[in-house]
T-cell receptor, first 112, second 113 residues
Framework: KAGVTQTPRYLIKTRGQQVTLSCSPI?????VSWYQQTPGQGLQFLFE???????NKGNFPGRFSGRQFSNSRSEMNVSTLELGDSALYLC???????????FGPGTRLTVL | GENVEQHPSTLSVQEGDSAVIKCTYSDSASNYFPWYKQELGKRPQLIIDIRSNVGEKKDQRIAVTLNKTAKHFSLHITETQPEDSAVYFCAASLPGANSKLTFGKGITLSVRP
């Protein structure tokens, strides 16, 4: 079974721009969660989607948004980028909620 | 919401020794506790998990123990090897509608050959 994939793997943007990241879960997995990883802060939860509905949201500003499609693929969008948004963005999928999560390789976002 | 803390933040052990990594959580309703290992430049991977109805779980050289009264859980690695060197994250999850993984900040384990 193919693992979780994320595109693009690397992105360089400038302040004020917006960006869209994509995540394709493992086939059959319906839950997709997004995390921001920065040095010293660990993995911080952004949001979770299940069956095209946002089920939970972390403590991030409204500039961070996401969606899930009927095939369970998910996208997250960050508008009006700030320098502090530079991070590794990881998505993870699971068969159902509250079960083992499988992570993708991440998208490394650099904001200049 | 849930808060997860890991101690210590770095740990160095001699190859062959045991390593113990502790985590504490704040919400007594949390019922799922996974541990993830992240090697340099790679994605986090689940190495072991435990649910609140179990006190201990083992998988070869790795074990996890859970103390619900004290609200802490620990990862035990025996006979450490250089390939165990990585960042280890613990996490806790509440059940039901609030289900989401709250991660600790990670601990860097170094195994000296």
């Amino acid at each position: 079974k193919a693992g979780v994939t994320q595109t693009p793997r690397y992105l360089i943007k400038t302040r004020g721009q917006q960006v869209t990241l994509s995540c394709s879960p493992i086939s059959g997995h319906r839950s997709v969660s997004w995390y921001q990883q920065t040095p010293g802060q660990g993995l911080q939860f952004l949001f979770e989607y299940f069956s095209e509905t946002q089920r939970n949201k972390g403590n991030f500003p409204g500039r961070f948004s996401g969606r899930q499609f009927s095939n369970s693929r998910s996208e997250m969008n960050v508008s009006t980028l700030e320098l502090g948004d530079s991070a590794l963005y990881l998505c993870a999928s699971s068969l159902v909620r509250d079960r083992e999560q499988f992570f993708g390789p991440g998208t490394r976002l650099t904001v200049l | 919401g849930e808060n997860v803390e890991q101690h210590p933040s770095t740990l160095s052990v001699q190859e062959g020794d045991s390593a113990v990594i502790k985590c504490t959580y704040s919400d007594s309703a949390s019922n799922y506790f996974p541990w993830y290992k992240q090697e340099l430049g790679k994605r986090p991977q689940l190495i072991i998990d435990i649910r609140s109805n179990v006190g201990e779980k083992k998988d070869q050289r790795i074990a996890v123990t859970l103390n619900k009264t004290a609200k802490h859980f620990s990862l035990h690695i025996t006979e450490t090897q250089p390939e165990d060197s990585a960042v280890y994250f613990c996490a806790a999850s509440l059940p039901g509608a609030n289900s989401k993984l709250t991660f600790g900040k990670g601990i860097t384990l170094s195994v000296r050959p």
